[in-house]
């Protein structure tokens, strides 16, 4: 099965939350076929912001959203 990972991330409402704070204004960094393709753009893209504590950087298990059960 492939299991595809999606990177995005923007500025947030709360730094304590995944609160968007303009969904406009999401980024989607992109779509990866795997785990550590994803974590290396998801640090990429989150290394970029490090100093601005309202930009947040997440991975979605796109595979788990797509099949639940698998």
């Known amino acids: 099965m492939q299991k595809l990972h999606l990177v995005m991330g923007g500025r947030v409402s709360n730094p304590q939350t995944l609160e968007f704070a303009d969904l406009d204004k999401v980024e ?7 785990y550590d393709s994803a ?6 893209a989150a290394q970029r912001t490090v100093d601005d504590a309202e930009m947040r950087y997440v991975v979605v298990h796109l595979h788990k959203l797509l099949t639940p059960e698998g």
């Open 28 to 34: 989607v960094v992109g779509i990866y076929p795997d």
């Open 39 to 44: 974590v290396k753009a998801w640090r990429s």
